[in-house]
């Protein structure tokens, strides 16, 4: 006699009980106590004087396109420009490389002639004031502290821009050179020594 086992499969098996779900682990003092870690939505440091000097520098001279000849150690500089014959202009300057108020002013100086454009300005005592007058206007754009030593600066230099046109034998100075018609006390005492120091000593 057949039994209800004997009509089952052979290889049937009875399903296997489910399994329990799994338990949270319990925590650890130290899983416990670590901080959960939040993105962090603070600002970027500020840049530095350096950089905004060194920014300042290459955009600049890019936007300008003036190349540096030479980084000078001294407070002084020059810009000139060659023209080649095949039409192409290079812009040049030697100027120092800014650090501060003084060696951005003389530098900013530099590019103010090539910003300006050379033999616009007539007489050159003219020119070297609009390039000065550029030069302090950009430091303020860019937010730079124009210095008392550098508007002393500025005014030697054109005093002395002046006097040298007028040793050159210009008539007639511009309106706005006028306030530089007069040499400063310590231009003079400069301009004498160095005549001083030329002078051959007797033998």
Same mark, same amino acid.
Request: hydrophobic residues 40%.
């Given at each position: 006699?057949?039994?209800?086992w004997?009509?089952?499969?052979?290889?049937?098996?009875?399903?296997?009980?489910?399994?329990?779900?799994?338990?949270?682990?319990?925590?650890?003092?130290?899983?416990?106590?670590a901080?959960?870690r939040?993105?962090?939505?603070?600002?970027?440091?500020?840049?530095?004087?350096?950089?905004?000097?060194?920014?300042?520098?290459?955009? $600049?001279?890019?936007?300008?396109? =003036? %190349?540096? &000849?030479?980084?000078r150690?001294?407070?002084?500089? +020059? *810009?000139?420009?060659?023209?080649?014959?095949?039409?192409?202009?290079?812009?040049?300057?030697?100027?120092?490389?800014?650090?501060?108020?003084?060696?951005?002013?003389?530098?900013?100086?530099?590019?103010?002639?090539?910003?300006?454009?050379?033999?616009?300005?007539?007489?050159?005592?003219?020119?070297?004031?609009?390039?000065?007058?550029w030069?302090?206007?950009?430091?303020?754009?860019?937010? $730079?502290?124009?210095?008392?030593? =550098? %508007?002393? &600066?500025?005014?030697?230099?054109?005093r002395?821009? +002046? *006097?040298?046109?007028r040793?050159?034998?210009?008539?007639?100075?511009?309106?706005?050179?006028?306030?530089?018609?007069?040499?400063?006390?310590?231009?003079?005492?400069?301009?004498?020594?160095?005549?001083?120091?030329?002078?051959?000593?007797?033998?």
């Open positions: 006699m057949l039994t209800l004997d009509l089952l499969p052979k290889k049937w098996k009875p399903p296997a009980p489910p399994e329990p779900p799994p338990r949270a682990p319990h925590p650890t003092p130290a899983t416990a106590s901080p959960v939040q993105r962090s939505n603070a600002p970027h440091a500020a840049p530095t004087m350096r950089d905004r000097y060194e920014t300042m520098t290459r955009k $600049l001279l890019t936007r300008h396109g =003036v %190349r540096v &000849r030479k980084w150690t001294s407070m002084s500089g +020059v *810009a000139w420009q060659v023209t080649y014959a095949d039409g192409t202009i290079s812009r040049l300057i030697e100027a120092p490389r800014p650090k501060g108020p003084m060696s951005a002013a003389v530098f900013l100086h530099e590019i103010g002639h090539h910003a300006i454009g050379f033999n616009v300005y007539k007489p050159r005592c003219l020119e070297e004031l609009r390039a000065w007058e030069a302090l206007a950009e430091m303020e754009r860019q937010g $730079l502290n124009i210095t008392d030593s =550098v %508007r002393k &600066r500025m005014d030697d230099s054109l002395y821009a +002046v *006097a040298k046109a040793r050159r034998g210009l008539k007639r100075l511009p309106t706005d050179l006028l306030p530089y018609a007069t040499t400063s006390p310590r231009l003079v005492n400069s301009s004498l020594a160095v005549l001083i120091s030329s002078i051959p000593s007797a033998v």
